[in-house]
């Protein structure tokens, strides 16, 4: 049963590969991909994953965390440019700095569990990512569009992170990782609430 629960919830972590903007509220369809080819796993009685062992799932959480912020930061990279606001250069930077931590502990954690170094989603458009068309007009707004257009791109990768953190802190077993998707849940939400 376990086992089970695990690729059900690595198939939530995957959830939206196949396509659709962060923007568009497609992050609330089922999912429908595949887990990743993870690092092989090794499997104990009872599929109980031995103590401080990565599954499948929190690989796939790994790699999607990784994924969706290498996907945020040009978005982030936009706020000094782009506005004057106080509020949102402060709300930026926070983010920033956060999942940038966030970052840097999932690559640690993607290392120690000896997962590929290449990037599973290169190139995927999902949730809580923004496409190449949405960068781009986010460099070209200004003002109250550009505030809108940050808003709703932050709203998603925060929403997103927050539900595949969710998925991963009820079915991972690695305890680090499992707390890093505590970490996440609690900073993102309230950077969420934070949002202008």
């Known amino acids: 049963m376990r086992a089970h629960v695990a690729l059900l919830t690595a198939a939530v972590l ?3 590969c196949a396509g659709g903007s962060p923007g568009t509220g497609d992050s609330a ?5 595949a887990p990743p ?3 092989p796993v090794a499997s104990t009685p009872s599929n109980v994953s031995p103590a401080g062992a990565f599954s499948p799932t929190d690989i796939a959480w790994l790699q999607l965390t990784a994924a969706m912020t290498d996907r945020l930061l040009p978005v982030l990279d936009l706020v000094p440019a782009r506005t004057t606001d106080p509020t949102w250069r402060r709300l930026a930077a926070e983010v920033r700095a956060s999942n940038s931590a966030d970052l840097t502990r999932s690559r640690e954690l993607l290392g120690e569990a000896g997962a ?3 990037n599973p989603h290169e190139g995927h458009d ?8 949405e960068l781009a007009a ?3 707004a200004s003002g109250k569009t550009f505030h809108r257009l940050l808003a709703a791109h932050l709203r998603a990768y925060l929403t997103q992170t927050v539900r595949v953190a969710t998925a991963e802190q009820k079915a991972g077993v690695n305890p680090t990782t499992t707390a890093l998707a505590t970490t996440v849940i609690h900073t993102n939400q309230t950077h969420l609430k934070n949002l202008p």
Not at 29 to 33: F, G, I, S, V
Not at 126 to 133: F, I, L, R, S, V
């Open 37 to 39: 080819t993870a690092a």
């Open 14 to 16: 995957l959830a939206g």
């Open 116 to 118: 590929p170094t290449t």
């Open 126 to 133: 999902m949730p809580g990512m923004a496409t190449a068309d």
């Open 29 to 33: 369809a089922p999912p429908t991909a």
């Open 138 to 140: 986010l460099r070209s």
